[in-house]
């Protein structure tokens, strides 16, 4: 299975194709996604942040990431540096 995200970093990739290969799907891709996001995959059900990094690790230059403010969707993800693109899902319910 290959995603058909058309210019995302490719250090995202292994993150999208895990994520739809455990059946997760996009739910839409936001372009810009902010003012200094120029382009966010936001996926329908939260990230298996733990399952991605015990199989693969978090790629060189992707950091994770959490939105805590209320005014917006509270997601977490991740985000390349290099190009400040992002890979998003609700946040888990604790």
């Known amino acids: 299975m290959h995603h ?4 995302l970093s490719t250090r995202l990739d292994g993150i999208v194709e895990f994520e739809l290969q455990r059946g997760n799907s996009i739910e ?3 372009r810009p996604a902010g003012w200094n996001c120029p382009l ?9 942040i733990v399952g991605f990094q015990a199989v693969a690790g978090i790629p060189s230059g992707v950091r994770t990431w959490q939105n805590r403010d ?3 969707p ?7 540096e290099q190009t400040n693109h992002a890979i998003a899902g609700p946040t888990a319910a604790l």
């Open 4 to 7: 058909n995200v058309v210019g």
């Open 28 to 30: 839409r891709i936001d």
């Open 40 to 48: 966010a995959v936001i996926f329908r059900m939260p990230l298996d």
């Open 74 to 80: 509270l997601e977490t993800g991740y985000v390349c």
């Open 70 to 72: 209320t005014h917006y």
